[in-house]
């Protein structure tokens, strides 16, 4: 069964990141058969009015193709709550935003691309302010110990089957032997889904020389990866809670993240459970 959704919800402000973040979506959608959902939130009924006349361009700015899956949509309200909400009216769908990252406070109290993945129950890819990238090659899916760390498997091995990906399992341990020992039947659980999905991919093992979060990224940009994948759970793949995909939201090499918040998936949807042994 197929989990990709059959609208993608792309949140726009119509900066230069949201105008990239919208690409993908269409270049995605393009592969996969599925109509795009453009939403701006407003402030106010003034700034309201003014988006209107900027959605009406960006649609007319659209090829033939593209205007007949869109659908768009300007309301007043709070940009986290009614993006939670869009999820839910339109089932199963994926959020694709852009994001500038995190500068000066917003680094202690979270960026908004991470504040819409906390109120988000379905998959949100984050592409960077200088990424438009479309082809996903080479795909990078950090795990660690915790069950939660696969969650994102399903949707990072949906983008694998389009673009005939390779996706590199990169296992996290601590020296723990309890903790290491979940860590293989993690690396167990998501090999052999891969296996039965025909998926390409590799097992890595990080020197650990320094942070896993660092080399990490050092690995990503190695391969030239094109995806990272994550979960985005409560604990947190390592120990400071968030902090890790907040690293991987504001990455350096500006590669987009697919990312899912397993509890809300949890809570909302019993079909989007976790890949269990």
């Given amino acids: 069964?197929?989990?990709?959704?059959?609208?993608?919800?792309?949140?726009?402000?119509?900066?230069?990141?949201?105008?990239?973040?919208?690409?993908?979506?269409?270049d995605i959608a393009n592969r996969t058969g599925r109509s795009i959902y453009v939403l701006h939130v407003a402030k106010n009924q003034h700034d309201k009015t003014l988006a209107e006349l900027k959605m009406e361009g960006l649609v007319d700015d659209l090829t033939q193709k593209n205007k007949e899956r869109t659908i768009t949509k300007v309301i007043v309200g709070d940009i986290y709550d009614d993006l939670a909400k869009a999820g839910s009216l339109i089932h199963g769908s994926m959020i694709f935003m852009g994001t500038h990252g995190a500068t000066g406070i917003q680094k202690i109290f979270g960026s908004h691309a991470e504040k819409v993945v906390q109120n988000s129950h379905v998959p949100v890819f984050i592409s960077q302010k200088k990424s438009s990238e479309s082809e996903f090659d080479t795909i990078v899916m950090p795990f660690s110990f915790s069950k939660e760390s696969i969650q994102v498997l399903r949707f990072a091995s949906e983008l694998a089957k389009e673009f005939d990906s390779t996706i590199?399992?990169?296992?996290?341990?601590?020296?723990?032997?309890?903790?290491?020992?979940?860590?293989?039947?993690?690396?167990?659980?998501?090999?052999?889904?891969?296996?039965?999905?025909?998926?390409?991919?590799?097992?890595?093992?990080?020197?650990?020389?320094?942070?896993?979060?660092?080399?990490?990224?050092?690995?990503?940009?190695?391969?030239?990866?094109?995806?990272?994948?994550?979960?985005?759970?409560?604990?947190?793949?390592?120990?400071?809670?968030?902090?890790?995909?907040?690293?991987?939201?504001?990455?350096?090499?500006?590669?987009?993240?697919?990312?899912?918040?397993?509890?809300?998936?949890?809570?909302?949807?019993?079909?989007?459970?976790?890949?269990?042994?």
């Fill in 1 to 26: 069964m197929r989990v990709f959704p059959a609208f993608y919800i792309v949140p726009m402000d119509f900066s230069t990141v949201s105008l990239n973040a919208l690409k993908i979506a269409y």
């Fill in 168 to 277: 590199h399992l990169v296992g996290y341990q601590d020296g723990d032997a309890h903790l290491d020992k979940q860590v293989k039947v993690n690396q167990l659980v998501a090999r052999r889904y891969l296996t039965e999905q025909n998926i390409k991919h590799e097992i890595v093992v990080l020197p650990k020389k320094n942070s896993y979060e660092k080399e990490l990224l050092e690995f990503a940009k190695k391969i030239d990866a094109d995806l990272i994948a994550a979960t985005y759970y409560r604990e947190g793949i390592l120990p400071t809670p968030n902090s890790f995909i907040q690293g991987m939201i504001e990455n350096k090499y500006n590669i987009p993240l697919l990312t899912i918040n397993a509890d809300e998936v949890m809570v909302h949807s019993s079909t989007l459970g976790f890949i269990t042994v």
